[in-house]
């Protein structure tokens, strides 16, 4: 069991200063790998304790182990190779990768990350976060496969068994981050089939987060998808146009109370009343409260009030449940749909 209102987060987190220098001093080749390895552990446990000090229930490490969300990924995948940087956004950039032989799954791609997380937190559960299928396909270029459908399911097929080889460690709550998955109106239904393939004969939570989208037309799909939980931005919306989440039926909502695009502080009163506007469309028993998705863009000490705040708002909210005897809400996995 879990308390009512379970907090978490949705995964990145700002890096410390020291670390960039250091991811910087290895792309230049000026640092041995292992100090770059201690320095990345490092940093893991520290953003660890910064989430469990601000009491999140289930947190994560905020992504010290890695460089970009899709890179990280398809450096690790046989079949992949890197040309060079393309530009984002602004003055972002990130190595994007190209498809040029049949993907393999030739290493865990995030197992030692999450066994380093286990062994260093004081919480039960964790929450994992890993890129989806579909989200890959859509950042990378495809020089190999004859049609995008191919190159998603063979990208589904490999993060099947990444989340075999994480639930056989011990990982309980897994989250799928496919924040492209609404790009293309016309394939959804690909990613939804590639999400399901990725979870096929996993037992454990998992999770779907998908941010700054069509909710509306995500909800079509809610019954579909066969995931335990949906993490929602709704802080950068402001909390407009919610009544999608009618749809949603037997499944959690991950509720994102606070905007993670503006480094303004939301109240604790603000995150309170913007968590019972959830109640108008789901009993609390069937609602996370999360931030909107990762804080990694914020100042870190932004960040961390943020969750702060974020935090306190739930703990005023469950009181005011346990009045009407909500105190706690069982931890479904994927067993329970």
């Keep these: 069991m879990l308390p009512i209102l379970p907090t978490s987060v949705i995964g990145s ?41 601000a009491g999140v229930d289930i947190p994560w490490e905020g992504e010290m182990w890695r460089s970009e969300m899709t890179e990280y990924f398809t450096a690790k995948i046989k079949g992949f190779r890197f040309y060079g940087p393309v530009r984002v956004w602004g003055n972002a950039y990130f190595n994007k990768a190209a498809a040029v032989d049949k993907l393999e799954y030739k290493e865990p791609l995030v197992l030692d990350e999450f066994l380093w997380v286990k062994e260093n937190t004081t919480r039960e559960i964790v929450k994992v976060p890993i890129t989806g299928p579909y989200t890959i396909a859509e950042w990378s270029f495809n020089e190999y496969y004859p049609d995008k459908e191919s190159f998603v399911m063979d990208l589904a097929k490999i993060i099947n068994k990444e989340l075999k080889t994480l639930e056989d460690n011990g990982a309980k709550f897994i989250q799928l981050d496919e924040p492209a998955m609404l790009n293309h109106p016309d394939e959804v239904p690909l990613a939804v089939e590639a999400i399901n393939r990725a979870v096929k004969g996993i037992k454990i939570k998992v999770g779907l987060h998908v941010c700054y989208s069509n909710y509306y037309l995500l909800a079509d799909y809610f019954d579909d998808i066969r995931v335990t939980q949906f993490a929602l931005e709704f802080a950068n919306r402001q909390f407009r146009d919610m009544d999608f989440v009618k749809k949603l039926s037997g499944k959690e909502l991950g509720y994102g109370v606070v905007d993670v695009h503006n480094p303004r502080v939301e109240s604790v009163d603000e995150i309170v009343r913007a968590i019972k506007k959830i109640f108008n469309y789901l009993d609390p028993e069937w609602v996370y409260i999360n931030p909107d998705c990762g804080l990694k863009l914020l100042d870190r000490r932004i960040a961390y009030q943020k969750l702060v705040n974020m935090v306190q708002a739930v703990k005023i909210v469950r009181k005011e449940l346990e009045k009407e005897g909500k105190t706690e809400v069982e931890f479904r996995t994927l067993k329970d749909i």
């Design 13 to 53: 987190y700002p890096k410390p200063r020291w670390l960039l220098r250091m991811y910087r001093l290895r792309e230049l080749g000026k640092i041995p790998e292992e100090d770059f390895k201690e320095a990345v552990k490092d940093a893991s446990v520290a953003v660890l304790r910064e989430h469990e000090r």
